[in-house]
């Protein structure tokens, strides 16, 4: 009975170790946004369709500098190069004024 109740609390304990980094995008735009997270190599990863208003879900993302980029319908903010951590959790927020802006925050 002490085997198995050590198994599983450490398999619980690996299952909740995530060492990757992971975004998710908060839209503060008046319509939706699309953001890109470009590594120096590998495959960009995205998150589409952001409404208004609403944060996405995080994904994962590699460890290291990204371009983070948002498209908008109207003016898009400028790029950003942000160095993501690993076992960390951060929000790309998209907000508005006179031309839109992202910031990248740490959760």
Same mark, same amino acid.
């Given at each position: ?20 980094? =992971? ?17 120096? =190599? ?66």
């Amino acid at each position: 009975m002490k085997r198995l109740l050590l198994i599983l609390t450490l398999a619980l304990f690996v299952a909740g170790c995530n060492d990757v980094p =992971s975004a998710r995008v908060r839209n503060r735009l008046p319509g939706k946004v699309n953001v890109s997270f470009q590594p120096t =190599s590998g495959n960009t990863l995205n998150i589409n369709d952001v409404a208004p208003g609403t944060v996405s879900g995080y994904i994962d993302v590699p460890e290291g500098m990204l371009r983070i980029h948002a498209s908008t319908s109207g003016t898009n903010p400028d790029d950003v190069n942000h160095t993501f951590v690993k076992g960390n959790r951060y929000t790309v927020q998209v907000d508005t004024g006179a031309t839109p802006s992202m910031t990248v925050i740490q959760d």
